[in-house]
């Protein structure tokens, strides 16, 4: 049977971490970032979430380190779970990254049409009150194949251009923020928080599990190390993706409330670039924030393209959805079937339009911090049961138990309802719609418990 290429090196392993990471949200709905916390709350927000994912990150490193799978949370329950629960971590994890993937799809038909504003044209039809545009579907399905083709045909090419537009993408950002920043003024910080102070914290940390999700990538690609590659750099690629995310999060709200009155511009499409161009008084700016917010989505999109169809190919290949998604090609040694049918799915998905960019972020919170906490919960299970896997110490347990309670509480947040920002009807009727679909797909051996030997 074939296997994946080995062709992954230390700093593939941190751009596929904090590129899958960071996006565009930064610029196409940063208005709603500040909304809901001011310009400290929604700062504090990405700090203090942020933060409280570092042992979270512990874990996974942990984790990738002893059991380097590119089944990720699947392969981690499975060890000590029951096979139904560890189907259900997978498939939720696997929601976490697939629907960046149409948000990104969508998002650059959003961006070109900002660029040039010929685009917005060509009306087909309207969700929920957004229109869809015929030029906006085109640019979308057309990065969508494009990503498609390069993970089929190789990882090295998906890992090379990883590489350059995330080294890109932070060198833009440098020079956009600094030179605005210069022209900026503490007073256009006001307000510093949109509700009291707790609530606007909360409302942001809310939200944080789906702009930081990513880190955790780096085990999807554990497989595909070069032969050379010390485990050990798996942890370091971790800790270094949530430590630049915080950075880039924080800098990045920081900068558009000190360079202009932002609470003037959330009315604004893009108002991250309205907010530095009108502090220039210059076009110039807006092209490269642009071209910088181009380069993180190509690089976040495909990111989570590769963490998708990874999860996809150890789910099929574990037989827990159909077998022949597990099929590894001969030629390229890549997960080619789960490659096209993530592909083919971004494709469909949207087709939803802009309707999707908000809710979307809302559902993917939840997703991932239920897989977090599995995570975190078959980190502690296997050091009480399966010693001869991985080990702890009494501090290392008290990391993980306090990862495992950060993810109930992230999840808890957005499903309780007497919490503020809970989940609306749209977001409970995408959640159920997922859940659904992975009873149809799951195989009738996923819904049974194995015994212990095939489990682990």
């Known amino acids: 049977m074939s296997t994946l290429a080995r062709q992954l090196r230390a700093t593939d392993y941190f751009t596929l971490g904090w590129g899958t990471m960071v996006g565009v949200g930064w610029l196409v709905i940063m208005d709603d970032w500040l909304l809901r916390g001011g310009a400290l709350g929604a700062l504090l927000g990405f700090v203090i979430g942020g933060a409280l994912l570092l042992p979270i990150g512990w874990v996974y490193g942990k984790l990738v380190v002893a059991m380097p799978d590119a089944a990720g949370e699947i392969a981690y329950t499975s060890a000590v779970f029951s096979r139904p629960i560890s189907f259900a971590t997978g498939w939720m994890m696997t929601l ?23 685009l917005d044209s060509m009306e087909m039809y309207r969700i929920a009150g957004h229109p869809v545009y015929l030029p906006h579907l085109v640019i979308g399905l057309g990065l969508t194949a494009l990503l498609t083709v390069l993970n089929y045909r190789g990882i090295r090419l998906s890992a090379t251009f990883q590489n350059w537009t995330s080294f890109g993408t932070l060198a833009l950002f440098v020079i956009f923020v600094a030179v605005g920043v210069s022209r900026g003024s503490p007073a256009n910080i006001q307000p510093l928080f949109t509700h009291t102070p707790l609530i606007s914290i909360l409302l942001v940390i809310q939200i944080v599990p789906y702009f930081m999700t990513g880190f955790e ?15 050990r750099g798996f942890f370091r690629a971790i800790w270094m993706a949530i430590l630049i995310g915080i950075a880039f999060y924080a800098s990045i709200v920081a900068a558009v409330a000190f360079v202009a009155p932002w609470r003037q511009l959330t009315s604004q499409k893009f ?29 976040c999109f495909n ?20 077998a022949r998604v597990g099929t590894v090609h001969a030629q390229h040694q890549t997960p080619s079937v789960a490659v096209l049918c993530v592909g083919l799915a971004t494709a469909a998905c949207m087709l939803l339009g802009d309707a999707i960019l908000v809710p979307v972020t809302e559902v993917g919170s939840v997703a991932c911090a239920l897989g977090w906490s599995a995570t975190c919960a078959a980190c502690l299970a296997i050091a009480r049961a399966r ?26 947040m957005k499903l309780i309802p007497l919490v503020p920002g809970h989940f609306s009807a749209k977001e409970w009727i995408a959640l159920a719609a997922w859940i659904v679909l992975g009873l149809a797909a799951a195989s009738p051996a996923a819904r049974k418990t194995p015994t212990r030997k095939s489990a682990a």
């Open 271 to 299: 108002m991250t670039a309205v907010a530095f161009q009108q502090a220039i008084g210059s076009r110039w700016i807006v092209n490269i924030i642009l071209a910088a917010a181009l380069l993180s989505l190509f690089k």
């Open 303 to 322: 990111g989570n393209f590769v963490a998708a169809s990874r999860l996809v190919f150890a789910l099929g290949r574990r037989g827990m959805v159909d």
């Open 387 to 412: 010693s001869d896997v991985m080990k702890l110490s009494s501090a290392e347990r008290a990391v993980a138990w306090f990862g495992l309670a950060v993810g109930v509480a992230m999840a808890l």
């Open 96 to 118: 976490a990254y697939f629907i960046v993937c149409p948000w990104e799809a969508v998002a650059v038909g959003r961006i070109a049409g900002y660029i040039i504003p010929g």
């Open 217 to 231: 990538s780096v085990g999807k690609a554990a497989e595909e190390a070069s032969p050379d590659f010390r485990t």
